[in-house]
T-cell receptor, first 114, second 115 residues
Framework: EAGVVQSPRYKIIEKKQPVAFWCNPI?????LYWYLQNLGQGPELLIR????????DSQLPKDRFSAERLKGVDSTLKIQPAELGDSAVYLC????????????FGPGTRLTVL | AQSVTQLGSHVSVSEGALVLLRCNYSSSVPPYLFWYVQYPNQGLQLLLK??????LVKGINGFEAEFKKSETSFHLTKPSAHMSDAAEYFC?????????????FGRGTSLIVHP
């Protein structure tokens, strides 16, 4: 069974440029998470989807960040425009359902904003 | 609201020694508790989880953790460390029924294993 796939693995951009990250969750997983992980820190939830619906997005900076999960499968996270402070690893995870279900993480996208 | 505190950003042990990584939590409803491991340039992998069944939980790679409600703790242990255990370990809490289901992670503990 394929795991959670993320692309690109690495991205370097200049500030004020747009950037997008893509995530393909494990087949059949209803819940999808996007996390931000700063160096030396634990993951922080940005947004959680249950199927196509965004159910927890209070930590998503909506002035510059947006996300979508079309047809309840793949998801895209976008930043426009990027700022220096956005440099971090962006992790995607999926689980069968919410709560106690195991989250399976992708390898992450490391973003560097110059 | 829920939170997780991992005591010690770094833990150093000798190969073959006991591993003890500490985690304390707070939750307004019965929690789900998790330990994840992260190797460099990789995503997180679940070691074990507590979901209100047995308080002593056994996970992969010889790790186990005990849920102690009175101490609000969920410490991770392994009897004998291997060099391959060197990694970053994260404790996480998620509120179950009646709660938010939003997972909250600790800051992580880096396990260093000396030969």
């Amino acid at each position: 069974e394929a795991g959670v796939v993320q692309s690109p693995r690495y991205k370097i951009i200049e500030k004020k440029q747009p950037v997008a990250f893509w995530c393909n969750p494990i087949s059949g997983h209803n819940t999808l998470y996007w996390y931000l992980q700063n160096l030396g820190q634990g993951p922080e939830l940005l947004i959680r989807y249950e199927n196509e619906e965004a159910v927890d997005d209070s930590q998503l900076p909506k002035d510059r960040f947006s996300a979508e999960r079309l047809k309840g499968v793949d998801s895209t996270l976008k930043i426009q425009p990027a700022e220096l402070g956005d440099s971090a690893v962006y992790l995607c995870a999926s689980s069968l359902d919410r709560g106690a279900d195991t989250q399976y993480f992708g390898p992450g996208t490391r973003l560097t904003v110059l | 609201a829920q939170s997780v505190t991992q005591l010690g950003s770094h833990v150093s042990v000798s190969e073959g020694a006991l591993v003890l990584l500490r985690c304390n939590y707070s939750s307004s409803v019965p929690p789900y508790l998790f330990w994840y491991v992260q190797y460099p340039n990789q995503g997180l992998q679940l070691l074990l989880k507590y979901t209100s069944a047995a308080t002593l939980v056994k996970g992969i790679n010889g790790f186990e953790a005990e849920f102690k409600k009175s101490e609000t703790s969920f410490h991770l242990t392994k009897p004998s460390a291997h060099m391959s255990d060197a990694a970053e370990y994260f404790c996480a809490v998620s509120e179950g029924a009646g709660g938010s289901y939003i997972p909250t992670f600790g800051r992580g503990t880096s396990l260093i294993v000396h030969p």
